[in-house]
């Protein structure tokens, strides 16, 4: 008996540290995700505005699990992400005017960014 609490107050300890590694780790992998896909959509819409009439690119993102929402407006492309200690907003400014929907659901996505006059419309390709 003696030793079985012995070894239940040593492993305790180091189960809830590696709980607590495992949680956070899995964190930094969505914000991670969810920075890549903002950055490269905002990269490649100030790319196509800077060449107008109707240059487009198509792209491919991952959004990663736990989205609360995705919103494109005016010049911001914004994910929130549920994260272990709470919502995280992960946006991205664009000199372009932005027009467009992403979804929330996780998954990989071809996006497709054309430059529309004196927008760029963001879309599912």
């Known amino acids: 008996m003696v030793i079985a609490i012995f070894i ?8 809830i540290y590696a709980s607590q590694v495992k949680t956070q780790t899995n964190d930094d992998f969505i914000l991670s995700y969810a920075k890549n896909a903002v950055s490269q959509i905002a990269k490649y819409a100030d790319m196509v505005y800077s060449q107008r009439s109707s240059a487009k690119v198509k792209i491919g993102v991952y959004i990663p699990s736990n989205v609360q929402y995705t919103n494109i407006t005016d010049h911001l492309i914004n994910i929130r992400v549920l994260s272990s200690s709470g919502p995280v907003d992960i946006f ?5 005017k932005l027009n467009g929907t992403l979804p929330s659901d996780e998954g990989f996505y071809w996006v497709l960014i054309k430059a529309e ?3 760029v419309n963001i879309t599912l390709a």
């Open 8 to 15: 239940l107050g040593f492993l305790t300890p180091i189960w």
């Open 92 to 96: 991205e400014n664009s000199i372009a």
């Open 117 to 119: 006059g004196d927008y």
